[in-house]
């Protein structure tokens, strides 16, 4: 549910078809990879470290096709309404009771009239509703595109794209089936979807589509700053477009949509403001950067350990474990090197501010634990590289005779064991790091904002379904 995502570029994949003797240059997670055998994991990881491209928010000026913008000796100019004279009020959102109850009368009734039709269907149905009221609230609808969200996450709304993806395949994994045994597919009957289930993918769709209003707003304001306050501009300039587009990480239409919007009210702009400092050109989204990438990157590293230990089930520890640390060993520290100086950074800027926030606090707080769990990792990981070479050379060691040989054999199980508790120990630091993450990530002012709206959006699906089945009016 991360309202911006890095998407795994092609130029990784070919890390596929490569031989070992190549792969010996890249990094060690996508070495891992052939060890575990998932591409599409590693492929990802290779893509968080690669990078991104650079945007290029130019190429949506060509394929925009929004009716009412026209080109004019270079600049567009925007029709609209004359500016309203009266102080502008506080705007109707997606936060608001009204769209909320809205929103989940329409999902009930969909779920509840199409019992033949599948579960697939009714994410199609929710978009485009969510898309009814962003239009409504002056916000540019999302696009639904097809595939994959990162492992956890059953939506996901791309600022750069103005996308949203559903992932079906993920919500019916992570959702209890109303029939035991029975799971449900993205192609499920709707009669075979709970209440529970249909309150769940509304508010997950409800979520993003609050990201992308928020998205929105963020870049209103950052619209306002750069053209001076309460003014309306009614010829946008391209340039200011595309300046203002790379600065909020959002296509250039959508930032000329925001450059041509009216004034806010002052309400609305503080709490846009209130809910954004974690937004692109916000004053912690470096932090929240970081966070991400490291989320990330311990979700792909938990998936690829337990695919690569499951194929060594049966191994003894030291065959199981041993061609696993040339891996992990130099894969953490190049995180910890990487991203600890990022870590540092951002804590001199927090203790720079002179009356803190809670948000402050919580970065302050977060980071600290971030550096903690770090350094913990590389710790682990070097304790098992020690035991890993400790049991190497007893097992290389000539084999004494008589009395002696069982001390030895003893002495060998309990390295053995050693090696074990090791990994137990790293697994745990990569755990350990991951839900501090995840912690840090359910903090962000603005998905505390966007889960807010989700919980009333499944409460409400669940209330209105229980009346409607009851028969209550
Ligand atoms: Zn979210």
Same mark, same amino acid.
């Given at each position: 549910?991360?309202?911006?995502?890095?998407?795994?570029?092609?130029?990784?994949?070919?890390?596929?078809?490569?031989?070992?003797?190549?792969?010996?240059?890249?990094?060690?997670?996508?070495?891992?990879?052939?060890?575990?055998?998932?591409?599409?994991?590693?492929?990802?990881?290779?893509?968080?470290?690669?990078?991104?491209?650079?945007?290029?928010?130019?190429?949506?000026?060509?394929?925009?096709?929004?009716?009412?913008?026209?080109?004019?000796?270079?600049?567009?100019?925007?029709?609209?309404?004359?500016?309203?004279?009266?102080?502008?009020?506080?705007?109707?959102?997606?936060?608001?009771?009204?769209?909320?109850?809205?929103?989940?009368?329409?999902?009930?009734?969909?779920?509840?009239?199409?019992?033949?039709?599948?579960?697939?269907?009714?994410?199609?149905?929710?978009?485009?509703?969510?898309?009814?009221?962003?239009?409504?609230?002056?916000?540019?609808?999302?696009?639904?595109?097809?595939?994959?969200?990162?492992?956890?996450?059953?939506?996901?709304?791309?600022?750069?794209?103005?996308?949203?993806?559903?992932?079906?395949?993920?919500?019916?994994?992570?959702?209890?089936?109303?029939?035991?045994?029975?799971?449900?597919?993205?192609?499920?009957?709707?009669?075979?979807?709970?209440?529970?289930?249909?309150?769940?993918?509304?508010?997950?769709?409800?979520?993003?589509?609050?990201?992308?209003?928020?998205?929105?707003?963020?870049?209103?304001?950052?619209?306002?700053?750069?053209?001076?306050?309460?003014?309306?501009?009614?010829?946008?300039?391209?340039?200011?477009?595309?300046?203002?587009?790379?600065?909020?990480?959002?296509?250039?239409?959508?930032?000329?949509?925001?450059?041509?919007?009216?004034?806010?009210?002052?309400?609305?702009?503080?709490?846009?403001?209130?809910?954004?400092?974690?937004?692109?050109?916000?004053?912690?989204?470096?932090?929240?950067?970081?966070?991400?990438?490291?989320?990330?990157?311990?979700?792909?590293?938990?998936?690829?350990?337990?695919?690569?230990?499951?194929?060594?089930?049966?191994?003894?520890?030291?065959?199981?474990?041993?061609?696993?640390?040339?891996?992990?060993?130099?894969?953490?520290?190049?995180?910890?090197?990487?991203?600890?100086?990022?870590?540092?950074?951002? @804590? %001199? #800027?927090?203790?720079?501010?002179?009356?803190?926030? +809670? =948000? *402050?606090?919580?970065?302050?707080?977060?980071? !600290?634990? &971030?550096?903690?769990?770090?350094?913990?990792?590389?710790?682990?990981?070097?304790?098992?590289?020690?035991?890993?070479?400790?049991?190497?050379?007893?097992?290389?060691?000539?084999?004494?005779?008589?009395?002696?040989?069982? @001390? %030895? #054999?003893?002495?060998?199980?309990?390295?053995?064991? +050693? =090696? *074990?508790?090791?990994?137990?120990?790293?697994? !745990?630091? &990569?755990?350990?790091?991951?839900?501090?993450?995840?912690?840090?990530?359910?903090?962000?002012?603005?998905?505390?904002?966007?889960?807010?709206?989700?919980?009333?959006?499944?409460?409400?699906?669940?209330?209105?379904?229980?009346?409607?089945?009851?028969?209550?009016?």
């Amino acid at each position: 549910m991360h309202s911006v995502h890095k998407q795994a570029g092609d130029f990784t994949r070919r890390h596929r078809l490569e031989s070992h003797a190549k792969a010996a240059s890249e990094h060690p997670i996508t070495r891992l990879q052939t060890l575990a055998g998932n591409a599409a994991i590693s492929s990802f990881i290779g893509s968080v470290y690669a990078g991104r491209l650079p945007a290029s928010p130019l190429a949506d000026l060509q394929s925009r096709s929004a009716p009412y913008h026209f080109v004019l000796g270079g600049l567009i100019a925007v029709q609209r309404q004359a500016a309203a004279t009266a102080p502008p009020a506080k705007a109707v959102s997606l936060a608001s009771g009204m769209e909320v109850d809205a929103f989940s009368g329409w999902a009930v009734a969909y779920w509840r009239n199409n019992p033949k039709q599948t579960l697939r269907a009714l994410a199609g149905y929710l978009v485009e509703q969510a898309n009814v009221l962003l239009r409504q609230n002056g916000v540019p609808p999302m696009t639904l595109i097809p595939g994959r969200t990162q492992p956890g996450d059953v939506g996901e709304f791309t600022d750069e794209n103005w996308t949203i993806k559903v992932d079906l395949d993920e919500f019916a994994a992570d959702t209890q089936p109303p029939i035991p045994g029975v799971p449900l597919q993205p192609d499920s009957a709707l009669s075979d979807v709970s209440a529970m289930a249909a309150g769940k993918l509304a508010g997950a769709c409800y979520h993003e589509a609050r990201h992308c209003e928020v998205a929105f707003l963020r870049t209103r304001v950052a619209a306002e700053r750069m053209k001076g306050p309460k003014s309306r501009m009614e010829d946008v300039d391209p340039d200011e477009a595309g300046e203002l587009a790379r600065a909020q990480e959002v296509p250039v239409r959508i930032a000329w949509e925001a450059l041509a919007a009216a004034p806010l009210s002052d309400a609305d702009r503080s709490e846009v403001e209130r809910i954004v400092p974690m937004g692109p050109g916000g004053r912690y989204y470096d932090y929240r950067r970081l966070n991400d990438k490291l989320m990330s990157l311990t979700t792909n590293l938990k998936a690829i350990l337990v695919e690569y230990l499951a194929r060594r089930a049966s191994a003894a520890p030291l065959e199981r474990f041993g061609p696993l640390v040339p891996i992990l060993k130099p894969a953490i520290h190049d995180w910890v090197a990487k991203y600890r100086p990022e870590a540092e950074a951002i @804590l %001199e #800027r927090v203790h720079e501010v002179k009356q803190r926030t +809670q =948000i *402050d606090d919580d970065v302050a707080t977060f980071t !600290l634990e &971030i550096q903690d769990d770090l350094d913990r990792m590389a710790i682990e990981v070097d304790r098992l590289e020690a035991a890993v070479l400790t049991a190497r050379e007893d097992a290389a060691k000539p084999k004494a005779k008589g009395a002696d040989e069982q @001390l %030895e #054999r003893e002495e060998a199980s309990l390295k053995v064991m +050693q =090696i *074990d508790e090791a990994y137990l120990e790293t697994w !745990l630091a &990569i755990l350990e790091l991951h839900s501090t993450a995840q912690e840090a990530y359910r903090a962000y002012p603005h998905e505390v904002d966007a889960y807010a709206v989700m919980g009333r959006v499944e409460s409400d699906v669940q209330g209105i379904a229980t009346k409607a089945q009851l028969g209550v009016p």
